[in-house]
């Protein structure tokens, strides 16, 4: 009847919210308790509607299982078989998510047979609809014989070492190159994000010499179109780049694009570093940019390397009296954050109790930035004189020497 529908629904979201709560007090127990009687209900449902057994069933009774202390791997893979039966229409979703805890704990040969099954797995529509997934299966399946390939490469070194060799395990080594590389070439070739894969691929072909085609692989990761805006793809082609002795140009221009994406990565140093060692004006200019930028994040606040770069910088556009103009346009639209944000009493304060070098770095950029008269300049430089630490009395004389540009930067 209608009114049993009414009610059927109302017990069923009742019930669920009471998992919920279960769960979000970690109370696994109660949380089995409550979803054993959920599925109780929908068995004797008695609507004309089929309630078969939904997604919510299997999320939430993997994520009871996982943290159930008394629960073990016997039960939990007999839930998960039970799921892959009664949920067809997400089946190789069970199945992925089955070889993932399966991994994580520790059992990766089971994991590979249970990706291998999953992979020859057919049912008329739904394994068209289940297209994505079923590539998923592959590239992990894929993932896993790179795995078996690695863990094979290194005990042959191993025998190499010795001074013995194993035909066997060579074999098996090159049957595992051959189906990881088959399976990884072909998912990344999908647009999307696929670090780990990529990587893996490229280890395999630069193995065995193939660095053409790793290159190819990485480029195309990285500047194809279609593929989402990915930092990381840039990361490995400089990487690769790097590794096999490009000349500085072709890694200017991969770490351009990075800055131009993230401007707080960690190879910004490196990048700031190759700008400055061109003798075009415009690199250098470009060099100074970079590691403003990377200062405005707050996770480069205390990085010593970045404010000795900048700090190195500065120092040398004084002393050349040259492009002064550079330092107040990136100045101009820092100088309303900057002093609070980076030299402020209290960090001086605190930088000079936890890193000397950090506080000596800064405090030449406040000192030619802000003037002499700097909050941050002259408490440094107060306990570094007063310690009679040589290198902060120079420091204080280099300031004062060149107080008038300060007035010139703040116009």
């Known amino acids: 009847s209608h009114k049993h529908k009414l009610d059927f629904r109302k017990s069923k979201d009742m019930c669920l919210s ?43 009774g993997t994520e009871i299982l996982c943290h159930c202390s008394h629960s073990n791997m016997k039960e939990f893979n ?23 805890h399966l991994l ?23 394994t068209t609809a289940q297209d994505k997934e079923l590539k998923l299966i592959q590239a992990y399946r894929g993932l896993l014989d790179y795995y078996n390939w690695s863990k094979q490469k290194n005990a042959l070194l191993e025998y190499d070492k010795d001074g013995f060799e194993d035909i066997s395990v060579e074999q098996e080594m090159h049957n595992s190159f051959r189906k990881a590389a088959l399976s990884l070439k072909e998912i990344i070739q999908i647009p999307g994000v696929w670090d780990l894969f990529v990587q893996c691929y490229v280890d395999l072909l630069e193995f065995y010499g193939d660095h053409e085609e790793a290159r190819q692989v990485l480029s195309e990761y990285a500047y194809n179109s279609k593929f989402p ?41 490196d990048f700031h570093a190759m700008l400055q060692k061109s003798k075009k004006r415009k690199k250098r200019r470009l060099g100074l940019e970079v590691i403003f930028a990377a200062l405005d994040y707050a996770g480069w606040k205390e990085n010593v390397k970045a404010w000795s770069c900048l700090a190195r910088q500065v120092k040398q556009i004084i002393i050349s009296d040259k492009h002064l103009e550079w330092i107040k346009q990136e100045w101009n639209s820092r100088k309303d954050w900057w002093p609070a944000f980076h030299f402020s009493r209290y960090l001086a304060k605190r930088n000079w109790q936890e890193n000397e070098s950090l506080a000596y770095e800064k405090a030449l950029v406040a000192g030619i930035i802000l003037g002499k008269d700097c909050k941050y300049f002259k408490y440094v430089s107060h306990q570094g004189y007063k310690d009679q630490k040589k290198k902060f009395r120079t420091l204080k004389k280099f300031v004062n020497k060149h107080s008038p540009v300060y007035l010139r930067i703040s116009g």
């Open 229 to 269: 805006a990915n930092p990381n793809a840039h990361v490995y082609l400089y990487q690769f780049l790097k590794r096999h002795g490009e000349p500085r140009k072709s890694l200017i221009s991969v770490l351009k694009i990075l800055h131009d994406i993230v401007p707080s990565h960690e190879l910004m140093i």
């Open 18 to 60: 009471y998992i919920q709560d279960a769960m979000l007090q970690k109370q696994w127990k109660r949380a089995a308790e409550f979803l054993t009687f959920y599925i109780e209900s929908l068995e004797k449902d008695f609507s004309t509607e089929h309630t078969g057994p939904s997604e919510i069933i299997w999320r939430i």
């Open 78 to 100: 007999s839930f998960i078989e039970q799921m892959k039966t009664l949920g067809v229409k997400r089946y190789l979703k069970v199945c992925l998510e089955h070889a993932f």
């Open 104 to 126: 994580c704990n520790g059992q990766t040969d089971e994991a590979y047979q249970s990706l291998c099954l999953a992979e020859s797995w057919r049912f008329g529509e739904q």
